[in-house]
């Protein structure tokens, strides 16, 4: 038995946030039904069309949940929300500035119908303060939040290569309802909570601010390189690869400077006696962790770096993820269905093959529509009418 199975969430989801969360909460068991617009859904199965035609974001969160579509400004499609409700357990939603309110789907509405349900609302800024309306997307809480400030070089900003906001958005909304879910077994009554796209980041950001505090200065923009240790970060070597390398302490830099760069003279050196002083001077000691690589090749390095037990990486893109040895070893992927059939799915971390992990398919739009109503109670004939009106 999975550790959520019993548990039924309904969720009006778009684009990263919610979905991620909610696909989380189906990976442990519990049954979701996403709730979409007749004839458009999500909009994120429209970003792009690279898994067979399908949207990479969509397949990626979207896995072992079951599609309805209502028109949820129809008063019939409203009521089949509520029944909906009537049994459920979480209910999770990310759509825009108000849009519950409006709908009647709001807390302090629901709480008086269904005291037992857990309401989950995930929005940009949170549902009060002076930016409660303000629209959100991942990439503008990156640069609200202060982290666009401090990546990218040279004054140049660069945005996360994945929605890290909206991400971080999930996992606090996923790891709240299993905590509110874990405090109704001991109340019995449901509970509201409201987390902030900017909240979440700005809690993932609190090193730099703290680092930044009483109006000291910032990390510097230090690229792929570590804004406060070095050397940490991104070496090219002789034969044009790049090997990503880095110290955390006075006996790795002993290591590094015998063992990797083979000068051991370099360890005495005053411009670089501790942390601060080779951040301080990290362009002089670049210069001279550059030149010394330029004679070996990544596997050279690597293999001095294995030696000297200095913690690196290879600089891989997504074909050597893909093929990734580690991944292959531990059995860590698998094969999920998907209208456009099946695709290779990342095990969920942490579960284990030998748990028969939940990697249900991929539902195309409005797919358990019809036996969701059926469910419900809703005869043929009624099924047709809401069809026939566009309610669902």
């Not at 503008?140 to 945005?159: C, H, N, R």
């Not at 003279?265 to 951040?279: I, K, T």
């Not at 748990?355 to 059926?374: C, I, K, N, S, W």
Request: charge should be negative; charged fraction near 25%.
């Amino acid at each position: 038995m999975r550790p959520l199975e019993g548990i039924k969430v309904v969720t009006f989801e778009h684009a990263i946030a919610a979905p991620f969360c909610t696909r989380q909460l189906a990976d442990l068991g519990a049954r979701v039904i996403k709730v979409e617009r007749p004839g458009v859904g999500d909009f994120a199965r429209g970003y792009d069309e690279r898994v067979s035609g399908l949207a990479s974001h969509f397949v990626w969160t979207n896995r072992s949940k079951e599609s309805i579509t209502l028109d949820v400004k129809q008063p019939a499609a409203l009521d089949v929300v509520h029944k909906l409700l009537a049994d459920a357990d979480v209910f999770v939603q990310n759509l825009a500035p108000g849009a519950t309110q409006r709908l009647g789907l709001d807390y302090d509405t629901l709480r008086e119908r269904y005291p037992r349900l857990i309401v989950c609302d995930i929005s940009g800024y949170g549902l009060d303060g002076p930016f409660r309306d303000k629209k959100a997307y991942d990439l503008l809480i990156q640069s609200e939040s202060g982290f666009l400030s401090i990546t990218g070089s040279d004054g140049e900003p660069a945005k996360a290569g994945c929605s890290i906001a909206d991400i971080a958005a999930g996992m606090y909304a996923y790891s709240n309802i299993l905590a509110a879910l874990i405090e109704r077994g001991r109340t019995g009554r449901g509970r509201h909570i409201d987390v902030s796209m900017l909240e979440s980041m700005v809690e993932w950001m609190s090193y730099p601010l703290y680092y930044a505090i009483d109006g000291q200065s910032p990390p510097r923009q230090a690229g792929a390189s570590h804004a406060t240790i070095f050397p940490y970060g991104p070496f090219k070597a002789g034969d044009g690869h790049t090997v990503m390398l880095g110290l955390q302490n006075e006996r790795e830099w002993k290591s590094f400077c015998e063992t990797v760069l083979r000068m051991p003279e370099l360890a005495a050196d005053e411009r670089f006696g501790s942390n601060s002083r080779r951040v301080a001077n990290r362009d002089e000691l670049a210069s001279v962790i550059v030149r010394a690589f330029s004679t070996l090749t990544a596997a050279d390095v690597i293999d001095r770096l294995e030696q000297a037990g200095i913690a690196n990486a290879r600089m891989n893109d997504m074909h050597g993820v893909w093929t990734h040895e580690q991944l292959a070893a531990r059995h860590r992927w698998t094969r999920v269905d998907t209208p456009a059939g099946a695709i290779p799915a990342l095990l969920p971390p942490g579960i284990a093959p030998s748990d028969e992990p939940r990697m249900d398919p991929v539902p195309a739009l409005g797919q358990h529509t019809d036996a969701v109503l059926r469910e419900l109670g809703y005869a043929d004939e009624q099924i047709h009418t809401l069809h026939a009106s566009g309610a669902v």
